[in-house]
C-alpha cells in the first residue's frame, strides 16, 4: 500500500491567483478532484469556511451583506451553491470594497453558473480543476525541478525540430520505468487523488462509492430527478461508448429513454465533469464530413468502474486517455486551443485535429508498439489539405522511441513522454 500522506503537484497551482490585489476567484470542477486541498494549500491565510454543513449556511444565512466584511472577510467559502444569498453578500461586500479576495469552491457547475449570471457576472476569473494529469501523479509536491511536459511547448507553437532535436530519443530503464508506471497507473485506476493511497480492492469500491455519491448527490442538486434508475443504466452505457461516435437514437433506445432525455441527460454528465463531446472539425478538408460527436469519459478509472471493464488495454480506453490528457492539460492551463476529430462520410479518418494560434496539430492514436506505413495515410492526406495551416503531426503510441517519420513534419513519440516530460 502507499503512503497515506502521497500528495501530488498540481499545475493549477501555477495559474490560480496569490491572494493580493482585487479577486474574486471560483474554483471548480467534479468532486473529490483536490479543490478543498489545492486551496487550503494556496491561501492557508484565509477563513475556511464549508457550506456542506447545515449549521454554517445557516450561520451565513443570517449574516446580512453589510457585515459580511466583518464576520466573514477575505475567506474561502466551500460548496458555496449550498447557500445562494452568499452570492449577493459576496458582490455587496466586494463592491463596498469590505473584502478584496474571495475563493468560491463548488463541484455543481451549473448552480455555480447560474449564481455568477444572476450576481457575480463581470467580477469573478474562473479556473477549472480535474482528475490528476499524468504529469500529476508522475510528480510528488515534493519533487525538484518540475518541468512541464513536451505537450505544452507543441501546443504554444514551437517547431518540432526545435523541440524533439534537444531531448533524448530513448530513456534508459530506470528513467523509463517511473513514466511507465504513472501511464500504467491512470489508465487502471485514472485520476482521482483519493485512490493514491489505497489497494486495488479499496479502489474498486471508492470508486464504486463515488458512483452512487455522484448520484445522491451532485445529481440530486443538479437534475433533481425523483428516479435514479434510469439515469444509472444511462450513465453505464454512455461509459461502454466512449471513444465512439455519438448516436442519440441508438444510445436512448439502449437505455429506454426518449431522444429528449437521452439529450437532457448527456448535458448533466458534461455539466459535471464526468464526459466530454469532441466535436468533428467544421472545415471539409478534403471531402465531405460527419456531423455528430465523439463521447469520451474524462476519468479511466469511472468508466471502469461504470463500464464494469477491468481488463486489459483497450485500444477505446487508450485513446479515451489520450484525448483526456490533452483535454485536460488544455483546460488547467488555460492554452487558447481547441480540439476536433476528422472523419469523412468517405471514411478518411484522424483521431484528433488541434488548432491553436499558430495552425494545426495532426494527432493519430495508436495502442500498439509499432507503427506502420498505413497508419499515416490519413495524415498525410489531410496535411495536403490544410496546406500552409499544417505545423506537424504527431503518432501517439506504446513503443520507446521518438522519431520523424514521414513528411510533411510527421513524429512518432510514446504516450508517456508526450504528456509527463
Known sequence: MMSE????????KEILPKPTGKKLIILTGARQTGKTTLSKAIYSNLRYINLDAPENRQTLREISSSLWSKEIGNAVIDEAQKEPSVFEKIKYSYDEGGITFQVILGSSQILLLKKIRESLAGRVSIYELWPLLMSEIYWDIASKNIHKPIIDRAISGESFDDIFD???KFLIDKEDNALRMAEKYILQWGGMPALLPLNDEERWRWLKDYEYTYLERDLSDLARLNDLEPFRKFQKL???????LLNYSELSRDASVSVDTARRYLEYLKLSYQVILLQPYYKNITSSVVKSPKLYWLDIGLLRQLSGY???????????????ELFKWIKTTQK????????????????????TDNGIIGIEIKARKEISASDLRPMKEIASGLKNR????????????????????????PSRRLFIV
Do not use: C
Request: glycine fraction near 10%; proline fraction near 1%; hydrophobic fraction near 40%.
Open 310 to 324: 477491468r481488463g486489459e488495454l483497450t485500444g477505446e480506453i487508450y485513446e479515451t486517455m489520450v484525448v483526456g
Open 390 to 413: 499544417w505545423l506537424g503531426g504527431l503518432v501517439i503510441y506504446q513503443g520507446d522511441e521518438i522519431k520523424k517519420i514521414a513528411e510533411p513534419d510527421i513524429w512518432i513519440i
Open 166 to 168: 534537444n531531448i533524448h
Open 5 to 12: 500522506k502521497i500528495q501530488k503537484y498540481r499545475f493549477l
Open 336 to 355: 487558447n486551443a481547441e480540439i476536433y476529430f476528422y472523419r469523412t462520410r468517405s471514411g478518411l479518418e484522424l483521431d484528433i485535429i488541434l488548432q
Open 238 to 244: 454512455s461509459a461502454l461508448r466512449s471513444a465512439k
